[in-house]
């Protein structure tokens, strides 16, 4: 439990710098590492208490990971 819980972390992160790198965000690249890891954190608990999600840990911090970066910044926009 404790190796996905970091490689979630890792994957996360990787996904958030990458995200504004290709320019596919405009948050900072704090921000988006902490965006990424805040929604790979909720996916990966979700899928712990109540068990679905996709078959892989690490395509679990993916999807959940670009799916936070979609839905935190066109949230807070005006």
Do not use: D
Not at 12 to 37: D, M, P, R, W
Not at 57 to 70: E, F, Q, R
Request: aromatic content about 16%; overall charge positive; glycine content about 14%.
């Amino acid at each position: 439990m404790f190796p996905t819980m970091i490689g979630t972390v890792v994957i996360a992160g990787i996904v958030g710098y990458l995200a504004e790198k290709t320019g596919f965000t405009h948050n900072g690249i704090l921000q988006s590492i902490i965006i990424c890891v805040g929604g790979a954190f909720v996916f990966y608990f979700v899928r712990l208490m109540f068990g679905f999600g996709f078959a892989s840990p690490g395509v679990n911090a993916i999807a959940s990971s670009i799916g936070a970066l979609v839905i935190v910044p066109f949230h807070w926009r005006k």
